[in-house]
């Protein structure tokens, strides 16, 4: 059964600091990879999507990677602003949209 | 455009009352996803409707829940004899792809349900 998992579950940092999220999966046979925020009391948006036969995707100050055969994913913020503070939440495509629990980040002025 | 969007937002009900959430997907798209997501939790998938079949419903949790895209654009999950473990926020999403799985999903708000 596929799990993922993601850790830290909360980080709290000020602003301008370089931030990495880490995401693992038990099981390699995915379509692709997806990073989602999730702002408070709304639905989740769409950050980054990375084929399973890709390596990295980037969006502006946001990079996210992918080792399939390792089974992780890390996702990358540049120079953190507080807008930024949010859940970010990593999925896996299989037969259906399996995801993590989360990272609750929060950026301080 | 318009995006996913879910109605009521919030439902307050007494247990063993039935409730009905309603979404309206993305005109066109063609696959629906619902989840469910418990406080603290990701979201946890409950089932999928390819315009108005229900191909995957191994998610629903029990056979209190049930789920219908009649027309193949809205679709309605209905819980009956709520129960306190159903309070959770209830995602819906739609794709302009048939399994939905290697693009994007586009989400909805949610509608958050509390049972007492």
């Known amino acids: 059964k596929q799990e993922v998992t993601q850790i830290p579950a909360a980080l709290s940092v000020p602003e301008g600091e370089n931030l990495v999220l880490n995401c693992s999966f038990t099981?390699?046979?995915?379509?692709?990879l997806q990073w989602f925020r999730q702002d408070p009391g709304k639905g989740l948006t769409s950050l980054l999507l990375i084929q399973s036969s890709q390596r990295e995707q980037t969006s502006g100050r946001l990079n996210a990677s992918l080792d399939k055969s390792s089974g992780r994913s890390t996702l990358y913020i540049a120079a953190s602003q507080p807008g930024d503070s949010a859940t970010y939440l990593c999925?896996?495509?299989?037969?259906?949209?399996?995801f993590g629990t989360g990272t609750r980040l929060q950026v301080f002025p | 455009g318009a995006g996913v969007s879910q109605s009521p937002r919030y439902k307050v009900a007494k247990r063993g009352q039935d409730v009905a959430l309603r979404c309206d997907p993305i005109s066109g798209h063609v696959s629906l996803f619902w989840y469910q997501q418990a406080l603290g939790q990701g979201p946890e998938f409950l089932t999928y409707f390819q315009n108005e079949a229900q191909l995957d419903k191994s998610g629903l949790p029990s056979d209190r829940f049930f789920a219908e895209r009649p027309e193949g654009s809205v679709s309605t999950l209905k819980i009956q004899r709520t129960q306190q473990e159903d309070s959770a926020v209830y995602l819906c999403a739609s794709s302009w792809y048939p399994s939905g799985l290697q693009e994007t999903q586009y989400f909805g708000p949610g509608t958050r349900l509390l049972v007492l």
């Open positions: 999925a896996v495509h299989t037969d259906k949209l399996i």
């Open positions: 099981d390699s046979a995915i379509y692709n």
